[in-house]
């Protein structure tokens, strides 16, 4: 269960302001904009942000690839959800110099990071929730209350959703066409398990094998990857339609083994650890847990706090705090 909030983080670098700029991306941005009410007609609201501030910049899109992405096993990355990254454009650069970030689609959709980051040669995933209801976003007003079934365990704000529902297949349906306007390479829908948890709704593996197929599909029509978040049930039935899994507390929760099929694929396993001491001092006892569990060999593995936020810890040691908008 990844964590995205509603509020943007106040820690991290300054912000980097270029008025020419801005000035050439606000012009961009109308034409974009213009663009994206066309082909979504959903009001997704490129005017405003994760929490419904005003902005005037909307991501220019990235040109679509020739092909889908397929990351290879080892691949570095970095994965924020809860605030919103900052590139300095005096001298472009971000930290950690990893070569993915994962990102949340719907923080991230009046900036210009997507396309900043491709130009530093990045491979950015966007990250949204595909399997449960969040009130505080853009479309939230689209979802139906029979779309909805039970409050998910631990976040009080979030219901599931019938993945089943021609309507909540719609509204997947242009969240995806909203990643590839963006110049997402991939795209990581949460809480694929809703099988696994007291959903209200029934739903079993076989639904979540065809939902996941669904979003697979879109995502390849439009040349983005897809990745399998946690659910190991249901690797057998997709391993070959996603490019990536996104793990979460493998070692922790001893189940490594079953993701270590993408790796056998040569496939990459995004791997998350929420250690104690996360964003602070981290011991090394749970370092090496986190790092050297049974049946991880190759994942990229990262250590972070449950919020998602920049703070970042690597298995070799390395921590790195990413630049954030204050």
């Excluded at 939230?140 to 209350?145: M, T």
């Amino acid at each position: 269960m990844a964590v995205s909030s509603g509020d943007e983080g106040t820690a991290g670098g300054a912000k980097i302001v270029d008025v020419s700029r801005r000035t050439a991306l606000t012009l961009v941005g109308i034409l974009v904009t213009l663009t994206i009410g066309v082909a979504l007609g959903l009001g997704l609201g490129f005017g405003l942000n994760h929490n419904g501030s005003d902005s005037q910049s909307p991501n220019p899109p990235h040109p679509t690839a020739s092909a889908t992405w397929q990351p290879a096993v080892n691949t570095s990355w970095q994965i924020i959800l809860s605030q919103e990254l900052s590139i300095n454009h005096t001298n472009p650069s971000i930290t950690p110099d990893v070569e993915v970030f994962d990102i949340d689609m719907f923080v991230h959709l009046n900036t210009t990071i997507i396309h900043d980051l491709h130009k530093l040669d990045k491979k950015v995933i966007c990250y949204f929730s595909a399997g449960s209801y969040e009130p505080f976003r853009r479309d939230s007003d689209k979802f139906q209350d029979s779309d909805m079934g039970n409050v998910l365990d631990g976040w009080e704000d979030e219901k599931w959703l019938n993945i089943t529902s021609p309507h909540v297949r719609g509204i997947m349906s242009d969240r995806i066409d909203l990643a590839a306007l963006l110049g997402c390479d991939a795209i990581d829908p949460d809480n694929m398990d809703g099988y696994l948890n007291d959903n209200g709704l029934d739903i079993t593996t076989d639904e979540a094998v065809d939902y996941l197929k669904f979003l697979a599909d879109k995502a390849k029509a439009k040349n983005m990857a897809i990745g399998l978040k946690n659910a190991p049930d249901l690797i057998p039935d997709v391993l070959d339609i996603v490019q990536f899994s996104v793990n979460e507390q493998c070692a922790a929760q001893d189940n490594c083994a079953s993701f270590s099929a993408f790796i056998e694929a040569g496939k990459p396993v995004f791997h998350i650890e929420y250690p104690s001491g996360a964003g602070r001092n981290i011991a090394a006892s749970a370092s090496k847990r986190s790092c050297t569990a049974k049946d991880m060999a190759g994942f990229s593995t990262v250590m972070k706090e449950l919020k998602l936020d920049a703070w970042v810890e690597y298995c070799d040691g390395t921590r790195a705090y990413t630049n954030v908008v204050d």
